[in-house]
């Protein structure tokens, strides 16, 4: 009985000590306010830039290749250097051009002595068919000969002309200034003109790149700026390299394709680069930039106080009593660290920068104001 008592004590007090501790930790601790940091809304004219994939080419590419046929005797330059306008860059063995050469002004020095006997003829059959001392026949056949000879003398004109050019062109120069490339024959191999291409010599001061717009950005520039040809002309062009630098020196429209790709949907603006260092080189890839237009008096929040959620934006806002309010926004282009919100904000309010991820609707708040920065 006495055993029995003791147990009953033991549960009671166990029980006791049990239910104190459930209620101390069933009462929960009152949720303090979230720090966050804050930025006003601002509002400002803002510039609209668009970006295009672009690729570079000399201002010319000339492709050198050979005109005559014949066994490359030499090359006259280092490949990768700077050539001038008729520097001689290769040279095709000239002898069988030159024996060719010699023929032909063989040719027309015959032609010549023939020419000049002919015409003696006519001048002595002259008076002779007038006196008749020789028949009409033989004279109108004199004048003929000399006639004939004189066409000889124009075809063996001709001949020299054509076997002197190309003895010329067994010397390939330089059309343009500008950088010489890679050889791709060698001094020995026989050359013509279906042999390819020799080398390629460009001037790459200024630079020529290219690059498509859409249909759609070629109409809404055609419409701000009607006058334009596919690309407004005064619109200054910034040029991003493959590395994500800048380059330093801005470009100006050169030109635009006469018409859209119907297979791309798009138009091909060209525009020129100074290359004073020749950083640029033909075959580079990089993105044009341009301001194509501007929003007056746009909104703009921070870009770090956006958050992405299901294919759309949602910041914070603070509302009078200190509490944040969620709301779905929908975003235009950015503007440096800023982006542009073009719906869901009514103007005035505050806006949650840091402090975004700790928030639910509702949550209370104490404010801190944004100095900016990463």
Known sequence: MRAHHWSLLGAGVLTL????????????????PVDVTVVALRRQDVPVTQEWVATLYGYVDAQIRAQVSGYLLRQ?????????????LFEIDPRPFQAALDQAESQLAQAQAQFGKTEE?????????????????????????NLGAKAQIAAAQAQVATARLNLAFTRIVSPVDGIAGLVQVQVGDLVGPGSGVLTTVSTLDPMKVYFPISESTYLDLRRQFPEADGFPP?????????DGSQYPYPGKFYASNLQID????TMLIAATFPNPHLLLRPGQYGRVRAVVSTLPNATLVPTRALSELQGGYELATVDAGHHARLKPVTVGPQH???TVITGGLEGDETIVVDGFQKLHDGTPVTTHPYLGGS
């Open 336 to 338: 440096g660290a800023d």
């Open 17 to 32: 000590l049990l239910g104190d501790g459930c209620s101390k930790s069933s009462a929960p601790a009152a949720a303090g």
């Open 76 to 88: 006259d330059y280092r490949e990768g250097t700077r050539v001038h306008r008729g520097d001689r």
């Open 234 to 242: 005064d619109v200054k062009l910034s040029l991003v390299l493959s």
């Open 121 to 145: 003829d006519v001048k002595r059959y002259g008076p002779l068919s007038k006196d008749q001392a020789i028949s009409a026949q033989e004279f109108d056949d004199a004048v003929q000969a």
């Open 262 to 265: 119907s297979n791309t949907g």
